[in-house]
Structure formats: C-alpha cells, structure tokens
C-alpha cells in the first residue's frame, strides 16, 4: 500500500553488578536504557539469582510498561537459557495479555580476575 518503514538508530546501555553469596550463588542487580530518537528513554531494572550456577531466578521492571517474571539455567557448558514473562502494567493490559521471551547466551571468560565463574579460574575461590 505504499507504507514505508524508515529504519531508527537504538542505542542501549547495560550495566549491572555482580553480588556473591557463598561459594556458589551470584545476585545480579542490572539496569538497561535504550535510547531511540523521538522516542522517550526506556529503562529497565532486573535482579538476577543465580543458584549453585546452574539455575537462574529473577524479576524485573520496564519502566511504565511491565513486570517480567525469569526462570532459566546453565544447559551446556557456558551456555544460558532464559525464559521471560512480561506481565503489562499500563494502559493497554486490558488488551495485552502479557509476553513471552527467550534469551539463548554464552559467557565468554575474557578475564578470569572478574569471571562470573570465579571457582574455575581463581583457585583461592571456594
């Protein structure tokens, strides 16, 4: 019909900081802002539990839009799986009955100094 989409430049920033609690389990507090023009700022904000580095916890919140709900794991080796649930918390939850989101990742261990996985390149971590 003649309808066009014009392609528009996104820039994200993600950060976040790793807790370690024990030997094993790691919290993550996270934040994102994705930066699209003539759009406003999207922020999100996620708290990531990590078990025995084997399976992953977490909530999060996407400003003025939605709660998420994550449950995901270790599968193979450095390979993650996450699975997200978006529950609508704005205007049009009538209509939206939530989404659904997975994330495939691998963790490349540049630095073993800072590794999420301290126990297998850091002897003095137990």
Partial sequence: NG???????????HYGYNFFIGTTDVL??????????????????????DLNQKVLLGIGYR?????????????????????????GINSLRSVNGGSHEITLAYHFHYNPT????????????K
């Fill in 3 to 13: 309808a066009s989409i014009l392609p528009a430049k996104h820039f994200v920033v």
């Fill in 63 to 87: 400003h003025q839009d939605a709660i998420k709900l994550m449950l995901g794991g270790n599968f193979w080796k450095d390979f993650i799986g996450l699975y997200s649930y978006d529950i």
């Fill in 28 to 49: 993550t507090l996270s934040t994102k802002q994705t930066f699209i023009s003539n759009l406003p700022t999207w922020t999100e904000v996620d708290l990531l539990y």
């Fill in 114 to 125: 800072f590794s999420r996985d301290k126990k297998r390149y850091n002897t003095n971590f």
